[in-house]
């Protein structure tokens, strides 16, 4: 889970540079997460997770990313975008819906 400085598709980049940007990096970032066998957890609520604070500029930098096996184990994870304050990044909740019991790990929150 983090910032990777780099988007999977031209679509998760809006605003100033949007396009062609990047475009071998985000060929050598698929097909890395691809060779080490990695999924994408999905993102809810929100399509990005970086604005400038003028607004001009979104993108999609921060994910998640966990191997076949872990999804397996934990089914039901999403990552949530919560509010920001200062950064001008995003907070990320990993959240699994099939837990309830409260005393159980049920998310994780990554600023």
């Not at 071998?24 to 929100?46: G, Y």
């Not at 950064?87 to 959240?95: A, C, N, R, V």
Request: aromatic share 10%; charged share 30%.
């Amino acid at each position: 889970m983090g910032d990777f400085n780099c988007v999977r598709r031209s679509s998760e980049r809006m605003g100033v540079g949007e396009s062609g940007y990047g475009r071998s990096e985000r060929e050598e970032f698929n097909a890395f997460i691809k060779d080490i066998e990695l999924e994408d957890v999905s993102l809810i609520r929100r399509k990005f997770t970086r604005y400038r604070s003028n607004g001009r500029a979104n993108c999609r930098i921060d994910r998640v990313l966990v191997s076949k096996k872990w999804l397996d184990v934990w089914q039901g994870c999403s990552h949530y975008i919560l509010p920001r304050s200062v950064s001008d990044h995003f907070p990320i909740l990993l959240k699994n819906s099939n837990i309830r019991d409260p005393n159980l790990l049920g998310s994780l929150i990554v600023g």
